[in-house]
C-alpha cells in the first residue's frame, strides 16, 4: 500500500482528485498538504484522508521531510514553481527503503504556445506531440511551466525517482472541494478582464488554444497513478510525459461567450468581447498566452487510453461561473 503525499490540496484539480484517491484506493495512507486550515473539516470528514499537514510551498525544508516520508508525491499545487518541485524531487530522493520514490506532477499547456503576437491561427505553429520524445527534450525553462519540467526530467533521466508528468491544456469545469476554486485557467482569464475592464482577445482572434473539461484530467490523472503502482518504469523520463487535451478553441469564441457571460453576471456593462493589439490585452505573461496558438497532441496519452467525455468549453463557461461572483 503506498503512501500518497498530495500538494496543492484545495485547488480545483487537488480537491477532487484527494476525494477520488481514497474512493478508489482507500486503504492508502493518504497526507493532503494545504494553508487554509477552513479546508480541515472537509478533508477530515467528507473525504476521510488520513494526515492533514499545513504549510506554504515556500517551507520548502517541510515539503522536502514530507516527501521523504511518502511513497508517491502528486503535485497538483504548482507547475510554475521549481522551488517547490525541487524540494519534492530532493525529499524523494532521501527516502528510505529500497522501492524508489514517485513523482506525479501536473504541468501546463502554457509551455507549447508559439509566441505569435497577432492573434492569428497559423497552419505552419508548431503541434507538441507528447508521444514525440524530441519534442518534450525541447522544454526548458524559458516556457511557462519549462522551469519545473525540465527539473523533473532530469531528475527522473537520473534515474533516483520515478517521474510522471502529466501536461495538461487550459481547464474548465467546476470542482468539489472545501472551498471550490475556480482553478487556474479561470482565475487568468476573468482576472485579465477585471483588471482592464473587459474581456480582450488580440487581433482576429483565430488562434488556437487547447482546453480540457477537470473530469476528463482527473481520470487521466487516476490512470497515471495506476501505471506508477503497477509497471516497471523504464526509458526515458520523456517517454512518461503526457499532454491532454480536449479540443482546441479559437480564442475569440472563449472570449465571446465569457464577455456574454460576465455581463449577465454584472461585472461589466458590455457583452461584447473586444479585440485589441496585444499591448492593450493585458498584463504580465497573460497578453503572450492570448496573442498565441497553444497547439497540443497528445497520442502517448491516447495510447494509455485518454478519452474526452466533456461538452466544449463554450458550452460550459455560463454553467461553469454561475456560482462565482467577481
Ligand atoms: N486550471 C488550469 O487551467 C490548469 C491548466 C494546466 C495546468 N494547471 C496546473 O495544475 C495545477 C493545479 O491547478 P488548479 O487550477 O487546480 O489550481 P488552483 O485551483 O488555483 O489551486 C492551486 C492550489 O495551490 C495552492 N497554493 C497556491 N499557492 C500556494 C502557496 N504559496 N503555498 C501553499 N499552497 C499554495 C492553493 O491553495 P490556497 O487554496 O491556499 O490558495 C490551491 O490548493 C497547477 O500547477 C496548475 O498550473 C492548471
Redesign the pocket.
Known sequence: MPSVLLV???????ASLSRQLKEKYPNWPLTVY???VQADYWFRNVVGVDTIEH????DTAKVRALAAEHDIVIN?????DPTLSQAIVEGLKQRRGSQKGTLIH????GNFIDLRKDGKYSPDSKVWNDANEDDIKLINSSML?GAADRLILDAGNEGNINTFIVC????YGVAEGP?P?????Y?ILTGNAKSIGFVPYVGDGSALLSVIHVNDALNFILKIVDLAVSEVVTGPAESRYYNIYGERVAWKDVATVLARTLHKKGLFSSSEARSVPIEQAGEGEIPKLLGSNMLMQGDRAASLGFKVTARSILEHIPEDLEAYSF
Open positions: 496543492g490540496a484545495t485547488g480545483m484539480l487537488g494545504f494553508r487554509n504549510g506554504a510551498f515556500e497538483t499545487g504548482s507547475s510554475f501536473v504541468s501546463g499547456g511551466n495538461q491544456a487550459l481547464t472551498l476554486s475556480l482553478g487556474i485557467g482565475k
